[in-house]
């Protein structure tokens, strides 16, 4: 061999010494599982990290594409390997997050990339790719949500109250004012606040002011009519103010009977009443 072609090939070989040294510090920094699996075979082998990602050494992932299934927790399995039969089928990057099972019976939340290549034939030989463990990063994910969904909740509750007030006006009566449209959620929840404050408070007299309601239809009376029921068995007794000359129409139209209910035409009115009556 010339001189200069031993010169080349050493500074080829230390060329490929840096490189695996890089790619094995890189490996290890990251902390992946690094696979070739020979697809007609089914066996793969593993290199890098595999302990420090499933607490496994190579020898303990010596089973295959077989073994690799069944590590998979079995509510991903059937959408991981519905994910790689797409991915084979097509011969496309194999991107996919799972729980794969740990050596101590626990599992890890993995995100695995592969790819393929072909035979001289066109046909997939080898998959290669690696497994990084992401549990932390999940967990933190799921803390977020969780998070999200708590501030959620809170304001949907503060919203509630804000839309449902109920208003203490003496030692004896409440006030609660209702604004806008009233559906079969708001009525229960109309159902619950009236109950629950004439409960805590010890309330005789609970007004239920109807002024800003924009309409008064079959299920509003309804609701009214249950909510006058159900705090008459507290021993209190409801009063509804604000009822409008075209609501009072609407109701006699409707043939709704307001009988259990005490009625006055304004707030300022049925609280007068509820005064004299406390």
Same mark, same amino acid.
């Given at each position: 061999m010339p001189p200069n072609d031993n010169a080349d090939a050493t500074a080829l070989r230390a060329e490929l010494a840096r490189l695996n040294e890089r790619y094995t510090m890189l490996v290890s920094a990251i902390g992946l599982m690094v696979y070739d699996y020979h697809?007609?075979?089914g066996t793969i082998s593993w290199s890098g990290e595999t302990e420090r990602v499933c607490g496994r050494t190579y020898a303990e992932l010596d089973g295959g594409i077989a073994q690799w299934e069944q590590l998979i927790h079995p509510e991903d399995r059937p959408e991981t390997l +519905? =994910?790689?039969?797409?991915a084979l089928a097509a011969q496309d990057r194999y991107d996919v997050e799972y729980r794969f099972q740990h050596k101590d019976g626990s599992y890890v939340w993995i995100f695995e990339h592969g790819y393929f290549i072909a035979d001289a034939t066109g046909k997939p030989e080898h998959m290669f790719g690696m497994l990084q463990n992401i549990t932390l990063l999940k967990e933190a994910q799921d803390q977020?949500?969780?998070?999200?969904?708590?501030?959620?909740?809170a304001q949907a509750m503060a919203l509630n109250e804000l839309s449902t007030p109920l208003m203490p006006i003496?030692?004896?009566?409440?006030?609660?004012?209702?604004?806008?449209?009233?559906?079969?959620? +708001? =009525?229960?929840q109309i159902m619950e606040t009236l109950l629950q404050g004439v409960g805590e408070r010890n309330a005789h007299v609970a007004i239920i002011d109807i002024t800003g309601v924009a309409v008064v239809d079959t299920q509003v009376a309804?609701?009214?009519i249950q909510a006058a029921q159900a705090v008459r068995l507290l021993g209190a007794r409801v009063m509804l103010t604000g009822i409008r000359p075209e609501v009072a129409q609407t109701l006699i139209g409707l043939g709704v009977d307001l009988s259990v209910i005490d009625t006055k035409a304004s707030l300022q009115d049925g609280i007068a009443a509820a005064l004299d009556l406390v």
């Open positions: 697809i007609p075979s +519905r =994910a790689l039969e797409v977020q949500l969780r998070m999200q969904a708590e501030i959620i909740d003496s030692d004896g009566t409440v006030v609660l004012p209702l604004i806008g449209s009233i559906d079969s959620r +708001r =009525a229960q309804n609701t009214l």
